[in-house]
């Protein structure tokens, strides 16, 4: 005979993967239908056709091919720097960056 939590777990892993399909995220089944609906709801906003740099293009095309993909620009490349030196300055001043096991 089946056990309770064996059946409520068999349930709630077909209502995840039930959430994956219909949502295309995998947020999990109480967070995806919040992002779905705000996605929603920007993109009626929107309402234009947006202008995509060459880069996103490839790695749009990249990522329907393979399932992945990675790309950078002039703009991403500002931000790893910033966020890099604000991380250096932080270690220079002897702040705490990482945790015990350097994550």
Partial sequence: MIG???LRQAIAGYLELQAVKKHG??????LA????EYF?????EFGGNATV???IERAVQEFQQKGFTSFLTSETQRLADSIFAR???EE???GQIWNDDDR
């Fill in 53 to 55: 740099a060459p880069e």
């Fill in 4 to 6: 309770l939590s064996t």
């Fill in 40 to 44: 929603q709801r920007c993109r009626s």
């Fill in 33 to 36: 239908p919040v992002y779905t």
């Fill in 87 to 89: 991380i250096k300055e």
């Fill in 92 to 94: 220079r001043s002897g």
């Fill in 25 to 30: 995220s995998r947020l999990g089944r109480h």
